[in-house]
C-alpha cells in the first residue's frame, strides 16, 4: 500500500508539471491573440483614415488590406491555438482532478490499514496479558484442588469413624428415640394444632371486637338521626314548628318534608339536594285547607314561615313534555322525577318539583341539554352544578350542602343494617366461645405428651446427650464436607472454563495474526 501511495503521488507531480506548462502556453497564446487583436484594431483605424485620402493612395490601400488579410488569417490561427491549448488544459485539470481523488481514496485506505494494525497490535498485547494471568489461575486452581481432596479425603475418614460411634449410640437407646420421637411429633403437632387455633381464635376475637365497634358506631348514628330528626334541627323554625303540631295532633293533614318522603339513590344525592335547593324542607299536606290551617297556626305561635305543597291542588297541575326526547343523548340521565322514587299519594309533589329538571353527568353535556329545552326547564349535574334555560349556571364548592336526604336515607337503612350487625356479632360471638374451647383442649393434651417426654428424657439422658453430641459433631463435618464438595467442584469447573479461554485466546491470536498479515499486504 505505501509503494503504490508513493507512485501515486509522483504521477502526480508530473501531472502537476504539465499542467503548469500548459497553462504558461496558454498564457502566452492570449497575450499574442490580444496583440493582434489591438494591431488589428490599429489597422482598421488606419485604413479608415486611408480610405478618407483614398486617392492617390490605391497601391497603398491594396498593400495595407493584403496586409490585414494576412493578420486576420494569423488571428484565426491564433484563436484555433488558443482554443486547442484550454481543451488540452481541462482534460489536463480533469486528469488531475481524478487522480488527487485516488491520491485521497489510497492515503485513505492506508490510513484505515495503519490504524487497524495498531488495533490489532493492542489486541494482540491485551490477549497476551490475559493469558498470563490465566495461567497463572490455572496453577493456582491446580493447587487449590490438590488440597482440596486431601482435606475431602481426611474429613471423610473421620464422618466414617462418628457414623459408627453414632450406630453404637443408637442401637443402646433405639426404643427411647422412638418412644422420644413418637412424643416429639406429637408435641410438635400439638403446638403447631395450638398456634393455629390460638391464631384463628384470635381472628375470631378481633372480628367480634370489630363487629362490636360498627355494631356500636351504628347504633350511635342511628341515634344521633333520630334525635336530630324528632328535634328537626337541620329545619327551618317555621318547618319544625308545623312537624311538632303535626306530630301532637293541633295541625292535621301533615305527611312530612319533602326530604323526609323522597327515596334518592347515593350517586344521585347531590344533584337532587341542588335542585330543589330549600324546597326540600316544603312540607307535603293532604290538602288545601290543611295547608291555610298551618299557616294560620305560624301565624299564631310566630314561629316563622314554612312552604306547603297541597296535593289535591297539585294533582291537576301537568309538567310541560319535551318536544324532543334527551334521554338517548350521552350524559343524560334523565328527568330527575323519574329517577327517584316516592309513595304513590306524593307523586304530584315530586312531578312538580323535579318534572323540569334534567339530569346530566357533567356541565358539557348540560349545556347542549339546554339548547332543547323550553323555558322553566333547568339541567343539573351530579356533582351539583345547575344550568337553566335561560342560560344562568350554578356551581362550585359543595361545602355548605346539607345533606338533608343522606341523612334521611341513614334513617331508612341503619336500622337494618343494625340488625344485621347484631346477628352476625351473636354468630361470631358462638364461633369465639368454640375456638377458646378447642384451644384450650389442645393445650391439656400438649401438657400431658410434654410430661411423658419428660419421664421418658429423665430415663435416659445421658445416652441421649451422648448420641445428640456425636449427632452434632456427625453434622457439622457432613455440612463441612458438602462445602468441601461444592467448593471443588467450583475448582474444578473454573479450571475447566479457564481451558477454554485459553483455547479461545489462542484462537483469538490466531485470528489477529492472519489478519495482520493480510493486512500489511
Avoid: Y
Wanted: hydrophobic letters at 40%.
Amino acid at each position: 500500500a505505501t509503494t503504490q501511495l508513493i507512485a501515486a503521488r509522483e504521477r502526480l507531480t508530473q501531472h502537476d508539471e504539465r499542467r503548469a506548462a500548459l497553462e504558461d502556453r496558454l498564457r502566452r497564446q492570449t497575450h499574442e491573440r490580444d496583440l493582434a487583436a489591438a494591431r488589428f484594431e490599429a489597422l482598421s483605424k488606419r485604413r479608415t483614415d486611408m480610405e478618407d485620402a483614398r486617392e492617390g493612395l490605391d497601391e497603398r490601400v491594396a498593400s495595407v488590406s493584403a496586409e490585414l488579410a494576412k493578420l486576420q488569417s494569423d488571428l484565426r490561427d491564433l484563436e484555433r491555438a488558443t482554443t486547442e491549448s484550454r481543451d488540452a488544459a481541462a482534460r489536463h485539470h480533469r486528469d488531475v482532478a481524478a487522480q488527487r481523488e485516488a491520491r485521497a481514496t489510497t492515503e485513505t485506505r492506508h490510513a484505515a490499514a495503519s490504524r487497524e494494525l495498531v488495533e490489532m497490535s493492542r489486541l494482540e498485547a491485551e490477549r497476551e496479558r490475559e493469558r498470563a494471568v490465566l495461567v497463572e489461575r490455572g496453577t493456582s486452581l491446580t493447587s487449590e484442588l490438590e488440597r482440596m481432596s486431601g482435606a475431602i479425603a481426611e474429613r471423610e475418614s473421620r464422618i466414617v469413624a462418628l457414623v459408627a460411634d453414632a450406630a453404637r449410640a443408637d442401637a443402646a437407646s433405639s426404643a427411647d428415640d422412638e418412644r422420644s420421637a413418637a412424643l416429639d411429633a406429637r408435641v410438635a403437632e400439638r403446638s403447631i394444632d395450638l398456634e393455629t387455633s390460638t391464631l384463628h381464635a384470635t381472628s375470631i376475637r378481633a372480628e367480634v371486637d370489630q363487629m362490636h365497634r360498627a355494631l356500636g358506631e351504628a347504633s350511635t348514628r342511628l341515634e344521633v338521626l333520630q334525635r336530630m330528626h324528632e328535634s328537626s334541627a337541620d329545619l327551618d323554625p317555621g318547618v319544625r314548628e308545623a312537624l311538632a303540631a303535626g306530630r301532637d295532633g293541633q295541625l292535621k293533614g301533615i305527611c312530612g318534608t319533602v326530604a323526609q318522603l323522597l327515596l334518592v339513590p347515593g350517586s344521585l344525592e347531590v344533584a337532587i339536594e341542588v335542585a330543589l335547593g330549600t324546597r326540600l324542607q316544603d312540607l307535603v299536606v293532604s290538602t288545601w285547607s290543611n295547608a291555610e290551617a298551618a299557616i294560620a297556626h305560624l301565624k299564631q305561635s310566630g314561629a316563622g314561615r314554612a312552604t306547603f305543597q297541597p296535593l289535591d291542588a297539585l294533582s291537576r297541575s301537568r309538567v310541560e313534555m319535551l318536544e324532543t326526547s334527551l334521554e338517548d343523548v350521552p350524559g343524560v340521565l334523565g328527568v330527575a322525577a323519574d329517577l327517584v322514587s316516592a309513595p304513590a299519594e306524593i307523586a304530584p309533589v315530586v312531578t312538580a318539583l323535579l318534572g323540569r329538571t334534567l339530569v346530566a353527568d357533567n356541565l358539557v353535556t348540560a349545556r347542549a341539554a339546554l339548547q332543547h329545552l323550553p323555558p322553566g326547564w333547568s339541567v343539573v349535574t351530579v356533582t351539583g352544578e345547575i344550568a337553566h334555560a335561560g342560560g344562568a349556571v350554578t356551581g362550585g364548592s359543595a361545602a355548605n350542602e346539607s345533606a338533608m336526604l343522606g341523612w334521611e336515607r341513614e334513617l331508612r337503612e341503619l336500622p337494618d343494617e343494625i340488625t344485621m350487625f347484631e346477628r352476625d356479632l351473636a354468630a361470631a360471638r358462638d364461633r369465639a366461645e368454640k375456638a377458646e374451647a378447642a384451644v384450650r383442649a389442645i393445650q391439656e393434651d400438649r401438657r400431658h405428651a410434654e410430661d411423658e417426654r419428660a419421664v421418658l428424657r429423665a430415663a435416659a439422658q445421658e445416652r441421649r446427650q451422648q448420641r445428640e453430641r456425636l449427632t452434632a459433631w456427625l453434622t457439622e463435618l457432613r455440612r463441612e464436607q458438602e462445602q468441601s464438595q461444592r467448593r471443588w467442584e467450583e475448582l474444578d469447573a473454573e479450571c475447566e472454563r479457564v481451558a477454554a479461554s485459553l483455547d479461545e485466546l489462542d484462537r483469538e491470536s490466531k485470528r489477529l495474526e492472519a489478519t495482520r498479515q493480510q493486512a500489511a499486504r
